[in-house]
């Protein structure tokens, strides 16, 4: 009988699930999400993100472990693993496939705990300036909420994002006063990874 490789995806950053069950051939999918930052099972596992790996039956495998830099993960039996540029699903087909040479049948389930890859930043004149999850669809004007509004020396007509495209940085402009009145929602843009909002 074929293992049933059991994939969840979720976070520690808000309420939700988004679950797949696969076989070795063909696959079924459920999803229900509530504001959850990976909602999408083609999500890529990053470097700094939290993966729970439970192998049924075997606790002394089962663990959360986070993605080293260098994009692998250690488990026992296996030592190192590619973990970066996988999907959950795809990662615990990995798994599962080199646990066959130990356990009969081996089920196994990846869970992301914390996605920390996937990051923007906010700095300068904003209560709480810092590293925040980027969540899907988040704009600019989202992303300076999380970091708590400003302090009363920010310049908020004069706000830009920096971004890394082709290898040189960007700036974009973005005009808090005009935005929140409705007169430029093109200033606020959807941000991408590593994007840092600059609050002058």
């Known amino acids: 009988m074929k293992a049933l490789l059991w994939i969840g995806l979720g ?3 808000a309420a939700g699930s988004v679950t797949a ?3 070795d051939k063909g696959a079924t999918k459920t999803a ?3 504001n959850v930052p990976v909602s999408d099972p083609s999500y890529k596992i990053g ?8 192998v049924w039956k075997e606790p002394e495998i089962s663990r959360s472990v986070p993605v080293r830099p260098d994009g692998k993960i250690s488990l026992p039996l296996l030592n190192d693993v590619q973990a970066e540029g996988l999907t959950a699903m795809e990662l615990s087909n990995v798994i599962a496939e080199g646990l066959k040479k130990f356990i ?4 196994v389930t990846v869970s992301i705990s914390e996605i920390n890859s996937r990051r923007v930043y906010v700095t300068g004149e904003v209560t709480r ?3 925040f999850p980027l969540l899907p669809n988040m704009t ?3 992303a300076l909420t999380s970091a708590g509004g400003f302090t009363q020396f920010a310049r908020t007509k004069k706000i830009y994002v920096l971004r890394s495209e082709s290898g040189r940085q960007v700036k974009h402009p973005f005009n808090y006063n005009d935005v929140v009145k409705g007169n430029r929602p093109e ?5 991408q990874p590593g994007d840092t909002i600059v609050v002058p």
């Open 11 to 13: 976070t520690m950053m």
């Open 21 to 23: 069950q696969t076989a």
């Open 32 to 34: 229900a999400t509530q």
């Open 47 to 54: 470097p700094q993100d939290v993966l729970r790996i439970d």
């Open 104 to 107: 009969t049948t081996p089920q």
């Open 129 to 131: 300036p810092g590293a």
């Open 140 to 142: 600019v004007l989202q």
């Open 187 to 191: 200033d606020n843009i959807a941000l």
